[in-house]
């Protein structure tokens, strides 16, 4: 995931593009306003990435008007988070989306063939921690990454943890989602030699306070290299993630 105004140049130095295409790519305007929206058409020249689509809180003909621009700037692919099934059904009666209930995103356009350094591993303490965890896992694929999901393997029954040993092990990035008590992060933290992204999720009883609980937790962690992502936030884990699957692309 190399930068792309230094692709854009080092096309321009092997001959594969002209001085005049690169200069056209370059004067791509920063973004567009639509009046209700800035849409940031510069967002994959300086980070990598293009903009993504929160989609709580808008209307689908919002989301709608936002594709639209990004489509027509050249944007291949786009993802939309906290996208529900009534916006979702109303967007693909004017644009092709592929829904995916249980993370509640849609993805407009292919998603790209992986080409991380490794693989990223989303594993979660239980069930009900699923729909963070698609979330986090749709993140990373739509970035370029090869996921390994897996889930409901959390420290109240160790051993299907430890029977995913040469997955942890063999991982690139970790990502640890819980709720209750958040102590699959440790356990991870503990095992792999790799970054582990903690996502605490809003699983648990009463005490645990929403998730305030699993975050203080995992905020606490006593295994090395493990970071934290807000409470229920699937999306930062996976991007984050996705960004240290192509760190090699960075030159010194």
Same mark, same amino acid.
């Given at each position: +995931? ?6 854009? =140049? ?10 005049? !295409?690169? =200069? ?34 808008? #209307? ?12 027509? &700037? ?5 993802? *939309?988070?906290?996208?529900? @099934?009534?916006?979702?059904? +109303? ?5 092709? *989306?592929?829904?995916?209930?249980? &993370?509640?995103?849609?993805?407009? /356009? ?13 594993? #979660? ?23 390994? @999901?897996?889930? !409901?393997? $959390?420290?109240? $029954? ?10 942890? +092990? $063999? ?17 991870? /933290? ?45 999306? $930062? ?9 192509? +760190?090699?692309? @960075?030159?010194?």
């Amino acid at each position: +995931m190399e930068n792309d105004v230094k692709r854009t =140049l080092e096309q321009v130095k092997e001959g594969s593009l002209s001085v005049e !295409d690169a =200069l056209l790519k370059l004067k791509i305007q920063p973004f567009e306003d639509i009046g209700y929206a800035k849409v940031d058409l510069h967002r994959k020249i300086r980070q990598g990435q293009s903009e993504v689509i929160y989609g709580a809180g808008k #209307t689908p003909e919002q989301i709608v008007g936002i594709l639209h621009t990004m489509l027509n &700037a050249g944007q291949e692919t786009v993802l *939309i988070t906290r996208l529900s @099934r009534e916006a979702a059904e +109303m967007i693909s009666s004017e644009i092709d *989306i592929d829904y995916h209930s249980d &993370a509640r995103c849609g993805i407009v /356009g292919p998603v790209p063939v992986p080409d991380g350094i490794g693989k990223i591993v989303v594993a #979660t303490g239980g069930t009900s921690d699923i729909p963070v965890a698609e979330e986090a896992a749709i993140t990373a694929e739509v970035m370029g990454n090869e996921v390994i @999901r897996l889930y !409901d393997v $959390g420290v109240a $029954g160790l051993h299907r943890t430890l029977a995913h040993l040469d997955d942890i +092990m $063999g991982a690139s990035v970790i990502i640890a989602i819980a709720g209750m008590e958040g102590a699959l992060a440790s356990v991870l /933290g503990g095992l792999a030699d790799c970054p582990v992204i903690a996502v605490p999720t809003s699983v648990g009883y009463g005490a645990s306070f929403g998730g305030l609980s699993a975050l203080l937790s995992m905020l606490n962690s006593c295994a090395s290299g493990v970071s934290v992502v807000n409470i229920d936030n699937g999306f $930062g884990a996976g991007y984050l993630a996705g960004m240290i699957n192509h +760190m090699s692309g @960075r030159k010194q």
